[in-house]
C-alpha cells in the first residue's frame, strides 16, 4: 500500500528535487575534511559513509557523519509532511536516499545509504525506524560486521512496519531494502566467502 495521493504533481516533483538535493550533500567527506582526514574516497573501501569515516580512526568525525547522513532523511521527510502532507514525506525520503546514494556532487557516485535509511524510517514512523535499529544493533552485537547489520535492518524493515499495522510504509521499506542489497552487493559477497571486514577493522 502506498499512502493517498493528496498532493498536487508540481509539488510532489518540486519536493522530489529538493530531498535529492538534501540527500546528495557529502557530510562524510566535509567532516573528513574538516577534521584534516583527507579524501575519504581514498581512505579504506573509499565510501563516504560513517563507516569508512570511522576507518579512520576518528570518532567524532564518524558519530557526525552518522548523525548528519541520518538527519538528510528525517529532515526531508519531516519538512515535507509539515508543509504537505504524507504523499509527500514518503517520496522526500525516498528521494534524499537516492541522493544519498547517487549524489550529482560527486557524479553520482555515493554512498550505501544506511544511515539516511534508517534516519528516514525514524522519522516516518518511529516505532519502525526503532525496530531497524534494534535489528542493526542486535546482528553488530552478534556478528560485528557492520554490512550485514545493514542488510538484516533493511530486510527485516517491511515486515516490521507489517507487525506494527503501517502497510502505508511497507513499499517505501521494500524499494529501500532492494536499493540497500544491491548497493551492498560487494558486501554480500565478502559476507559469503568470510573476508569482510569488521566493525574497528581498518581496511588496507
Given amino acids: 500500500m502506498i499512502p493517498i495521493l493528496t498532493t498536487s504533481l508540481p ?7 529538493a530531498a535529492y538535493l538534501l540527500g546528495s550533500v ?3 567527506l566535509v567532516m573528513a575534511r574538516l577534521f584534516g582526514l583527507g579524501d575519504l574516497r581514498q581512505i579504506g573501501s573509499g565510501n563516504i559513509g560513517a563507516t569508512n569515516v ?27 509532511r509539515a508543509a504537505l502532507g504524507e ?3 514518503q517520496l522526500a525520503g525516498f528521494m534524499a536516499f537516492l541522493g544519498h ?13 544506511v544511515a539516511t535509511f534508517l534516519g528516514t524510517l525514524l522519522a516516518l514512523n518511529p516505532l519502525i525506524g526503532l525496530g531497524a ?21 533493511a530486510v527485516s524493515s517491511p515486515l516490521i512496519a507489517y507487525l506494527l499495522g503501517a502497510p502505508e510504509a511497507m ?5 529501500l531494502a532492494a536499493l540497500i542489497l544491491w548497493r551492498h552487493s560487494a558486501n554480500i559477497s565478502r559476507i559469503l566467502s568470510g573476508t569482510e571486514p569488521k566493525i574497528g577493522a581498518s581496511k588496507k
Wanted: charged fraction near 10%; aromatic fraction near 8%.
Fill in 26 to 28: 557529502p557530510f562524510g
Fill in 87 to 89: 504523499d509527500a514525506a
Fill in 101 to 113: 546514494c547517487f549524489p550529482v556532487f560527486l557524479g553520482f557516485k555515493g554512498g550505501k545509504g
Fill in 171 to 175: 513499499l517505501l521499506c521494500a524499494l
Fill in 54 to 80: 570511522l576507518r579512520t580512526g576518528n570518532k567524532l568525525a564518524a558519530f557526525l557523519t552518522l548523525i548528519l547522513d541520518a538527519g538528510k532523511g528525517g529532515i526531508a521527510v519531516l519538512v515535507a
Fill in 133 to 153: 535499529c534494534a535489528m542493526w544493533l542486535i546482528t553488530a552485537l552478534i556478528s560485528r560486521i557492520s554490512s550485514l547489520s545493514a542488510l538484516v535492518a
Fill in 11 to 17: 509539488l510532489l516533483g518540486l519536493t522530489a528535487i
